[in-house]
């Protein structure tokens, strides 16, 4: 793990690092306060700190106070190396964000006691923040498919169509959905139904552009959204979404078969709320079927497109 180590006296430095090599941490050396927060503050920063109270420039206290400014998602945890030893001393530097003190000069088996509390203290951190974590994409992601839920993906939807309205650009969406999936079930099985649902998944993420997100919107469908794009080229991606998924060859055990989809697209005009524009988009999706499935279909108040121009 690695340990910043800052102190203007060299010799000191010189000591603290070996000391810390010897204890098996990887030291990073900083001669004065303002090379000790840019460390601490890198992208790869240390999460361990010993930072003498006394340095040019920016002294521990005032390192220990940017620090803290910053609201880190896993801070480091700051040790100040310290002369000054009186109650009064030890609270403000505790105050201004210090998470233990060590006198200085300091001994040694007492400074690497207070490192391994500090080093279980990170690790116990890092744990928590990766739950946390794992919790949120849980939250947000379909088990099945690993993109975006409904949830997730018509919030999203609501923030580009946002977006769309303060910028003046165009934002299509679309609705697919796997054509004749029952049968799929009924002749496979469930677990083939699955596999197909990853298969398709993957295969529309292969055609999607980086930027447009993709989420399922429940059962065998699912929600495409589109910033920048108008009906018209919306319909031109969805129409390669659609190509690509009716090429696809799909094995499940012993079997191999074949799906198609549908899709319906619909433009963001002035007016629209997000049920609306999802509405016309459903709608545009039962025109699709109605007319044959496999196939794409923008809804009448997407032809116009003259409320937000083509961008780029």
């Known amino acids: 793990m690695k340990v910043l180590a800052a102190d203007d006296d060299a010799t000191s430095l010189l000591l603290l690092t070996r000391v810390l090599a010897r204890w098996g941490y990887e030291a990073v050396p900083a001669r004065d306060g303002a090379g000790a927060l840019a460390a601490l503050l890198a992208e790869d920063a240390p999460s361990l700190a010993i930072i ?3 340095m040019p420039e920016l002294d ?3 390192v220990c106070r940017r620090l803290r400014e910053q609201e880190l998602a896993l801070p480091p945890y700051v040790i100040l190396l310290t002369a000054r030893d009186g109650k009064e001393d030890i609270v403000t530097g505790l105050n201004a964000g210090a998470n233990d003190y060590v006198g200085k000069p300091f001994d040694a088996d007492e400074l690497r006691a207070r490192l391994d509390v500090g080093r279980r203290y990170v690790e116990m951190n890092q744990k928590l923040l990766a739950a946390l974590e794992a919790l949120e994409r849980q939250a947000l992601t379909d088990s099945l498919t690993g993109i975006l839920n409904r949830g997730a993906v018509v919030c999203r939807l609501k923030e580009e169509m946002a ?6 650009t165009p934002l299509s969406a679309a609705i697919l959905d796997i054509d004749h999936f029952k049968v799929v079930n009924d002749t496979f099985g469930h ?3 699955d596999e197909a649902l990853r298969v398709v998944v993957r295969s529309c993420q292969e055609v999607l552009r980086a930027y447009d997100l993709f989420g399922r919107y429940g059962g065998e469908e699912f929600l495409l959204v589109l910033p920048s794009t108008t009906a018209e080229s919306a319909r031109l991606i969805c129409e390669r979404v659609r190509a690509q998924v009716e090429a ?12 198609t ?3 319906g697209v619909a433009a963001l005009h002035p007016g629209l709320d997000v049920d609306s524009l999802l509405g016309l988009a459903d709608h545009a999706l039962y025109q699709a079927k109605e007319r044959g499935r496999n196939r794409v279909e923008c809804s009448e108040e997407a032809e116009g497109e003259a409320a937000y121009p083509q961008s780029g």
Do not use: K, P
């Open 248 to 259: 696809l060859n799909i094995h499940w055990q012993n079997h191999t078969f074949r799906v």
């Open 163 to 168: 977006r769309a309205d303060r910028e003046g």
């Open 52 to 54: 003498d109270w006394m």
């Open 60 to 62: 521990g206290i005032e």
């Open 261 to 263: 989809v549908s899709l």
């Open 191 to 193: 677990l083939a139904g």
